[in-house]
């Protein structure tokens, strides 16, 4: 029954990654409650491995029909993926709840931008960091991809937003191209956690199948229904995640 609901929860968890990024929020916390005898680093190892087959699916999925700009998400994916692999080493070192309390503040800042600008990512817009793109892709690629490596939940909504907010992108383009480097994020952690043998084999790859499900149908129902519909995901899933990084934190004051 445990590896049932663990399945359920991995193939909903790759659809709404696959629209909106998030999945993390749903795929994790099943981990984490059905899992409590086991040391976190197993936990973080297990949800990587399952999380990059539906991201993989959906970022070749994404390929086929939305045209991706190559000369900025190779930049950002090699940024991304240095910058995980030093968060997955960090796991041992660094407390992840510490990020909570600034990811809350980032993510109602998010929320609330993208809920009062209705016509934000809607279409493809020119910026200033547009004209320009390789600094910033650098930079905001690198943080949240040490962050992805650290901990993970929110990691495609804060790409998602930065390549709406800084480069112009719409919703449905950066939507494609945050899978695209979502993928290099997360196997870059994964190789951390395959070294140091910290995956739950017989959870990981049924997960990863009906990851693969979910991100096959999210990624379809993105394409087909546009930028608006995967705004509307991301409104979800940000709420989602501000939801969860409340109750956590109340959490550890009572």
């Known amino acids: 029954m445990t590896l049932l609901m663990l399945c359920g929860f991995a193939l ?16 994790l916390p099943p981990l984490l409650i059905t899992q409590k005898d086991i040391a976190p680093a197993f936990i973080l190892g297990t949800n990587k491995f399952a999380a990059v087959t ?5 970022a070749v999925s994404y390929n086929r029909r939305v045209k991706v700009n190559w000369q900025i998400v190779v930049p950002g994916m090699f940024s991304a993926a240095i910058c995980s692999w030093l968060g997955a080493r960090a796991v041992s070192l660094i407390r992840p709840e510490l990020f909570r309390p600034i990811m809350l503040v980032l993510i109602i800042a998010m929320a609330i931008y ?11 817009r020119e910026t200033k960091a547009s004209t320009k793109p390789i600094p910033y892709v650098l930079f905001f690629c690198g943080l949240i991809g040490f962050y992805d490596g650290i901990f993970g939940p929110g990691t495609g909504s804060l790409l998602m937003f930065a390549f709406v907010g800084i480069l112009g992108f719409d919703f449905l383009q950066a939507s494609a191209t945050t899978k695209i480097i979502n993928v290099t994020t997360n196997v870059a952690a994964l190789v951390q956690f395959l070294g140091a043998g910290q995956i739950i084999w017989h959870l990981a790859v049924p997960m990863a199948v009906c990851n693969i499900v979910g991100g096959i149908i999210g990624s379809r129902m993105a394409m087909a229904k546009g930028s608006q519909f995967v705004r509307v995901i991301f409104l979800v899933v940000v709420v989602g995640v501000i939801l969860r990084y409340s109750y956590d934190i109340i959490q550890e004051f009572m």
């Open 12 to 27: 909903l968890a790759g659809f709404i990654d696959a629209v909106a990024g998030g999945g993390g929020l749903i795929q």
């Open 54 to 58: 539906g991201t993989a699916t959906a």
């Open 114 to 124: 993208t809920f009062k600008r209705k016509d934000f990512g809607s279409a493809a």
